[in-house]
């Protein structure tokens, strides 16, 4: 496994520091994360059509969609611009190391833009897609690059046991996958209020208490301090980079974009083209920052909720897994919205 920073070499101790200045801070003094959506032709970053990897929930071109205004915007900080995403610079940084992302499906979104993104960069290079269990490995062997998703919903543990599935708040096995790799982002938050047939555990424990049910946000803020207590203990800074992906909004209630008559997502082709979002950030986003900001070790923030919000025209809608008997308006088009994640990410380890 590679180390960013030789631990001999004087430049270790402020590693430190330096990822101190990128969380607190951001990229040289500019928050990344509030700005605006402008148009710009030369987006987007590939073409869904040189992605054949991509999944079909997220293949709104190939599913029938027309309109392809939402895939041609790029995001603008209000204080500095974006450096554009450079695929083989990623490439050649991340030579013999390992990424993962780890988390829901809207985690699945940004691991296959990532890989896209990675792809179209280098089309004729080699790359190798397997999957164990539910960790599913994207390898470019000219590279010795591996691009991983840990398919987790809760990040903390769901166990089958005599009674029924028990989720664990305070258990995190599963973080034995997550040992020794380069760079991981974290996400979770879409499954936690499910209920009937698809939520899938029967019991909640906490303390040894096992409970039927509790409040919800409650549960994800304990599971997600369950999370920060695995990575103070388990990740060594100078060696890894730890993510946490952000909230990624759904758009469901059109009153919440200034459009009432709006059930969906359904037909939206424009972004909101302002800077902030009507309705406000969904709660768990306070939730996600007061965790993370009172953690030891470092895990920064990839605060993509705000910029999502504003993007109401970039879900599949009927152009996703199950067509026009569906409505999706939780996951994003690729080409489309998580490639901007990926640009936000590139800019913070350049
Ligand atoms: C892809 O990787 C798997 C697992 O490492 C290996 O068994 C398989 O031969 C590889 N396929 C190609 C085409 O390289
Ligand atoms: C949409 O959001 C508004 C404002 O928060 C709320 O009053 C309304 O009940 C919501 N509608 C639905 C269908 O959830």
């Avoid at 041609?72 to 083989?88: A, E, K, M, V």
């Avoid at 539910?134 to 998703?149: A, N, Q």
């Avoid at 790799?181 to 019991?203: E, V």
């Avoid at 207590?229 to 730890?242: E, I, Q, R, Y």
Wanted: positive net charge; glycine residues 8%.
């Amino acid at each position: 496994m590679g180390h960013w920073v030789d631990s001999n070499s004087p430049f270790s101790s402020y590693f430190g520091l330096l990822v101190l200045l990128i969380v607190f801070c951001c990229a040289n003094g500019c928050d990344l994360f509030t700005g605006k959506w402008v148009l710009d032709p030369s987006y987007p970053l590939y073409s869904a059509s040189a992605c054949p990897f991509v999944q079909k929930e997220f293949s709104c071109q190939k599913n029938g969609r027309q309109d392809l205004g939402y895939t041609q915007y790029r995001w603008q900080p209000l204080d500095c611009s974006l450096t554009r995403f450079d695929g083989l610079k990623f490439l050649q940084k991340f030579r013999g190391k390992s990424i993962m992302f780890v988390g829901d499906s809207l985690s699945l979104n940004q691991w296959q833009s990532l890989t896209c993104m990675l792809h179209s960069a280098v089309p004729t290079a080699r790359f190798n897609i397997t999957r164990v269990n539910d960790v599913s490995t994207f390898v470019f062997p000219d590279f010795d690059v591996k691009v991983m998703l840990d398919r987790s919903v809760y990040l903390v543990d769901v166990v089958r046991e005599k009674i029924g599935r028990v989720l664990k708040l305070d258990s995190i096995q599963s973080g034995k996958l997550w040992k020794g790799i380069d760079m991981l982002i974290f996400n979770t938050w879409h499954w936690w209020y499910r209920r009937g047939p698809t939520q899938p555990w029967d019991f909640i424990e906490y303390q040894g208490v096992i409970k039927k049910d509790m409040d919800r946000m409650q549960a994800f803020e304990i599971a997600l301090n369950t999370w920060a207590g695995w990575v103070d203990a388990n990740v060594d800074p100078s060696k890894s980079l730890v993510f946490f992906q952000g909230i990624s909004p759904s758009h469901y209630n059109g009153t919440l974009w200034g459009e009432p008559k709006a059930k969906s997502c359904l037909g939206q082709k424009q972004p909101l083209l302002g800077t902030t979002y009507p309705g406000g950030l969904p709660p768990p986003v306070h939730v996600v920052k007061r965790v993370i900001g009172k953690m030891k070790r470092l895990a920064t923030l990839l605060d993509i909720t705000l910029l999502s919000l504003l993007r109401k025209d970039g879900h599949p809608s009927i152009y996703g897994l199950t067509g026009s008997t569906g409505l999706d308006c939780s996951h994003w088009c690729l080409a489309g919205v998580p490639d901007t994640w990926n640009e936000l990410l590139y800019n913070l380890i350049l």
